[in-house]
């Protein structure tokens, strides 16, 4: 099969996903030598799959920007097929622990994973060839929430939408903590960073800095 055309930013290129019934946007990126990372794969195991086998990317890693279980309801199938490692922010590990009960009270079917191998802390690089990505510390919609940030694109999770912003009314919410963290980790990126949020359509930092209503 050929693989869907991917977003490129110099030698990375994206492949966002949507998945499950929250339409989690899941990520698979890679740089030239075709290694790179699974983010946030959230949902749709096999269709996940299917898109890294297409694509021939060597996963390293999968990363999770926070525990939320639409961003985790495919961790376990794709750590077993990929044998990667998984890594999250050590204060979602409670909220990861929760999944199976959060996605019960949506009354969805839901794959309880192992916990992460590894934690992410502030500033953590992860390599896979020439591409690298950087943790930064963004709590807010969730304590242990991180972004992930490459050359020219950021993998931003639910805390920046095109047009919105996460929710903080949530167990571990604040939204204070979370405007802040926006402002001091994403609208200090170069206007024409791509944002990939986790929900929902890509946008840039200069146009949310522009028109998102719940900046400024
Ligand atoms: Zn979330
Ligand atoms: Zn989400």
């Known amino acids: 099969m050929t693989p869907p055309t991917p977003r490129t930013h110099g030698s990375a290129r994206l492949w966002s996903v949507p998945t499950g019934p929250l339409q989690e946007n899941a990520l698979l990126v890679a740089g030239s030598q075709n290694q790179g990372f699974l983010i946030d794969p959230g949902d749709d195991a096999e269709r996940l799959l299917a898109l890294v086998r297409e694509t021939g990317v060597e996963v390293q890693a999968i990363l999770l920007t926070h ?105 571990g919410g604040n939204h204070n903590q979370l405007i802040e963290g926006i402002g001091r980790e994403l609208l200090t990126l170069p206007d024409d960073t791509s944002v990939y949020p986790g929900h929902g359509g890509w946008t840039t930092v200069g146009r949310e800095k522009r028109s998102n209503p719940f900046l400024g």
């Open 67 to 171: 525990g939320h279980f639409d961003h985790i309801g495919a961790v376990e199938p794709l750590r077993a097929a990929l044998g990667a490692p998984v890594y999250l922010h050590p204060a979602d590990l409670p909220l990861y622990r929760l999944g199976k009960a959060s996605a019960g009270r949506w009354n969805l079917p839901f794959t309880q994973p192992r916990d992460p191998e590894h934690p992410i802390a502030q500033g953590q690089t992860f390599t896979a060839g020439d591409l690298t990505l950087t943790a930064r510390e963004l709590p807010g919609h969730a304590p242990g929430h991180v972004i992930f940030v490459g050359d020219g694109f950021v993998v931003a999770g639910d805390t920046l939408f095109a047009g919105g912003i996460g929710r903080t009314d949530l167990p």
